[in-house]
């Protein structure tokens, strides 16, 4: 920390299994923090003062050499609209299922308004898939950040995802069906 080394001085007289168990705890908190999973001597109390915004510029600040520019981008796009729909004041301690129901609702406003602006027939599936791809970036971030220790896992929510109907693949024609059809056309 900054270089400097500190120590930590027992009571005389405490026993030697207390001692070599808060030196195996601080080990093994230093290795997470050299694996830039959680930060050494943070304070865990810290995600109760944290807001979502501040939450994910951090995440995402942390994984630049991690993965693409893309990926990143993709995280921030969402991140920026889950923010805008429930707030950028909103701590990380506060979220709940029911803003996630707010960047749902937000989102479809959002697209209808686009579809109509721009003329195009309404498509719920498309902007139900859409949704979900946001949705499963935001669970990345968050999850990332229970992973990096900047907030208790127990304070991400469990949402699930909008049913949408599933892409068919073209049927194809085996070779006795090309055959009938070609002598019917012939």
Do not use: C
């Not at 805008?84 to 479809?108: C, D, M, S, W, Y």
């Not at 907030?151 to 055959?179: C, G, T, W």
């Amino acid at each position: 920390m900054n270089g400097h080394k500190r120590f930590k001085q027992f009571p005389k007289g405490t026993p030697k299994a207390l001692v070599e168990a808060e030196f195996k705890r601080i080990e093994s908190e230093l290795a997470l923090h050299k694996a830039g999973l959680k930060r050494f001597g943070g304070d865990p109390r810290a995600a109760e003062f944290l807001t979502v915004h501040g939450l994910a510029e951090s995440v995402l600040n942390s994984r630049q050499h991690e993965v693409t520019k893309e990926t990143i981008a993709r995280n921030r796009h969402a991140m920026k609209l889950f923010v805008a729909a429930i707030g950028k004041h909103t701590l990380v301690a506060e979220i709940k299922p029911t803003h996630f129901e707010q960047f749902r609702n937000a989102r479809f406003a959002a697209m209808k308004q686009l579809y109509q602006t721009r003329g195009w027939s309404w498509n719920e599936d498309k902007v139900k898939r859409g949704w979900n791809k946001d949705l499963e970036n935001i669970r990345t971030v968050l999850r990332l950040a229970a992973k990096k220790g900047l907030m208790p896992a127990h304070y991400l929510p469990k949402i699930e995802k909008l049913k949408v109907d599933r892409r068919r693949l073209p049927s194809f024609l085996n070779k006795q069906e090309i055959n009938t059809k070609a002598k019917s056309q012939a």
